[in-house]
T-cell receptor, first 115, second 111 residues
């Protein structure tokens, strides 16, 4: 069983479209995250949710809207896609203080290409 | 990121030791981590070190922490071709358990 699963794995879409990426974790973790990895492999946190509550909201365009229907799911919806949104998006989860020693568990990523 | 810096590339011969270096800026970091990313995959936690430790060894991996200089290193003994990957240093910031990553060091193991 995959611990943190993201869908789709690849997403190619045109500029201006709206798309969603889904993430589910079956680890029972309390906190979930979205990270963006750019073409230079630099990883930057976008959002985190703890028990469906938004905890971290970095400087991200408001075209990006996370949604957490329950603590096992954190989806990312992106409106009006732009070329600069092309990146690999990683979902991750952690179990609060236990996460300090076990770190985050990452999904395998969604490669978004905007053309 | 701005908080964590790493050299970008390292080439090492199979069987030799690899040393990957990292510097961080936040003196209040409590936990520091090394993650490995293989091509097309997510990040996998390799090891961590608590800020009150100087060294941690785990099989072929040795982590050294110099808190005064805010310097962290990862040594991989007897490097194998399967160790070719990107290695990320990360530190934990604040009470919201936010991980801040370095830019990653691409390690290439040559025969």
């Amino acid at each position: 069983d995959t611990a943190v699963s993201q869908t789709p794995k690849y997403l190619v879409t045109q500029m201006g479209n709206d798309k969603s990426i889904k993430c589910e974790q079956n680890l029972g973790h309390d906190t979930m995250y979205w990270y963006k990895q750019d073409s230079k492999k630099f990883l930057k946190i976008m959002f985190s949710y703890n028990n469906k509550e938004l905890i971290i909201n970095e400087t991200v365009p408001n075209r990006f809207s996370p949604k957490s229907p329950d603590k096992a799911h954190l989806n990312l919806h992106i409106n009006s896609l732009e070329l600069g949104d092309s990146a690999v998006y990683f979902c991750a989860s952690s179990q609060d203080e236990e996460g300090l020693v076990k770190g985050y568990t990452f999904g395998s990523g969604t490669r978004l290409t905007v053309v | 990121g701005e908080d964590v810096e790493q050299s970008l590339f390292l080439s090492v011969r199979e069987g030799d030791s690899s040393v990957i270096n990292c510097t961080y800026t936040d003196s209040s970091s409590t936990y520091l981590y090394w993650y490995k990313q293989e091509p097309g995959a997510g990040l996998q936690l390799l090891t961590y070190i608590f800020s009150n430790m100087d060294m941690k060894q785990d099989q072929r991996l040795t982590v050294l922490l110099n808190k005064k200089d805010k310097h962290l290193s990862l040594r991989i003994a007897d490097t194998q071709t399967g160790d070719s990957a990107i290695y990320f240093c990360a530190d934990l910031l604040g009470d919201d358990y936010k991980l801040s990553f370095g830019a990653g060091t691409t390690v290439t193991v040559r025969a």
